[in-house]
């Protein structure tokens, strides 16, 4: 008892930037804002050859959205402070597994069959049983994606056998 005393007492002694929720924090801020610096030495585009938004447009407001994500992530920590494991779950493992494997398939077969089987097989992984929602997933989640990129950033996908169907 007197031990997880003396940890709880340690943990909270520690100033702020000994912690390891700011130390992740901190390392993950300081690369999006080099990269967020980075993406403004892009180059512009003329109007006629640009599709959609600009190249450096992209990159920019998703490391804005990691960089808020990552904040409230960080304040939340306050509340509900992280567990100490000794060892990763076998889920952490499982889903490392399905980035390979969504890397092999996109390359090799088509990339929205990755990622249709990439959500299936993370879904199933983290909890989902139920076969309808898997498949469900596994539709809606490849034809977001394609109406995201391909419809409002005017973008389009590299050739496989669900994207020749629709470009060819």
């Known amino acids: ?3 997880v005393q003396d940890k709880k007492r340690a943990n909270k002694s520690l100033p ?3 912690r390891d929720e700011f130390k992740v924090f901190f390392i993950i801020i300081l690369v999006s804002i080099f990269l967020l610096i980075s993406t403004f030495s892009f180059d512009k585009v003329p109007p006629i050859l ?4 600009q190249p450096a447009t992209f990159p920019k407001g998703l490391l804005v959205l990691i960089i808020i994500l990552t904040s409230f992530i960080y304040f939340l920590s306050f509340k509900n ?4 494991e000794k ?3 076998k889920t952490f493992f499982l889903t490392i597994l399905s980035f390979i494997i969504f890397i092999i398939i996109s390359k090799t077969l088509d990339f929205f069959l990755a990622i249709a089987v990439l959500s299936v097989f993370v879904s199933y992984n983290w909890g989902e049983r139920r076969i309808f929602y898997l498949l469900l997933v596994s539709i809606i989640f490849p034809f977001v994606v394609f109406v995201f990129f391909e419809m409002i950033l005017g973008l389009r996908f590299p050739p496989g056998i669900i994207t020749n169907l629709y470009y060819y």
């Open 1 to 3: 008892m007197k031990n």
């Open 87 to 89: 060892k990763l779950p």
């Open 81 to 84: 402070p992280w567990k100490k």
């Open 50 to 53: 640009n599709r959609g938004i």
């Open 16 to 18: 702020f930037f000994f």
